[in-house]
């Protein structure tokens, strides 16, 4: 069973529309992070969100955190090709603050 | 600053061999991770190094090593390759503060390996 399930798998959208996508867990964490990764690179750390109900907004992404801190979600305004990526949540866990676990992710494309 | 470099890039292997891939962690930094990243599983984490010391290793065999220096570089080693072990490979490194790790990965572009 996956620690993190992310959804949409897949995602494409054309360009200045909204879109949201999840990350969901049964279980609780500290913190949620969220990552970015463009093609042939390595993912980027976007935000982390450490109070449950948190909002925080980089840009025309907003990222929230559950109440129960149990998923998070990130929403895109006005989406720009730029955008296009795999978006990834991960959470650090296995008893371990050095090991991060990650969902599948969502992959994007936005279409100019 | 440099980022995270790892070397080399891309690289083409046949069963039964093995490689090394290798990871400069950016400057200061001294835990350095390891991931794998397939379409199927995603990224799945390998094993993280501090001072030279590894700390946590993840669900792999045995044929997947790594080692770490003094100067922070890490190398990591899969012996016996097979089909499935074709993937990005992709390192990691983290500023530990005294009051325990920020949490924030910093990761190289990856290192590409085809088994054929």
């Known amino acids: 069973t996956q620690l993190l399930e992310q959804s949409p798998q897949f995602l494409s959208i054309q360009e200045g529309e909204n879109l949201t996508v999840y990350c969901n867990s049964s279980?609780?964490?500290?913190?949620l992070q969220w990552y970015r990764q463009e093609p042939g690179e390595g993912p980027v750390l976007l935000v982390t969100?450490?109070?449950?109900?948190e909002v925080k907004k980089l840009k025309r992404l907003t990222f929230q955190f559950g109440d129960a801190r149990k998923d998070s979600s990130l929403h895109i305004t006005a989406a720009q090709p730029g955008d296009t990526g795999l978006y990834l949540c991960a959470v650090l866990g296995g008893g371990s603050n050095y090991k991060l676990t990650f969902g599948k992710g969502t992959l994007l494309t936005v279409n100019p | 600053k440099a980022g995270v470099t790892q070397t080399p890039r891309y690289l083409i292997k046949t069963r039964g061999q093995q490689v090394t891939l290798s990871c400069s962690p950016i400057s200061g930094h001294r835990s350095v991770s390891w991931y794998q990243q397939t379409p199927g599983q995603g990224l799945q984490f390998l094993f993280e190094y501090f001072s030279e010391t590894q700390r946590n290793k993840g669900n792999f065999p045995g044929r997947f090593s790594g080692r770490q220096f003094s100067n922070s570089r890490s190398e990591m080693n899969v012996s016996t390759l097979e089909l499935g072990d074709s993937a990005l490979y992709l390192c990691?490194?983290?500023?530990?503060?005294?009051?325990?790790?920020?949490?924030?990965?910093?990761f190289g572009e990856g290192s590409r390996l085809t088994v054929l």
């Open positions: 990691a490194s983290s500023l530990v503060t005294p009051w325990g790790a920020t949490g924030e990965l910093f």
């Open positions: 969100v450490v109070t449950g109900g």
């Open positions: 279980s609780v964490f500290s913190s």
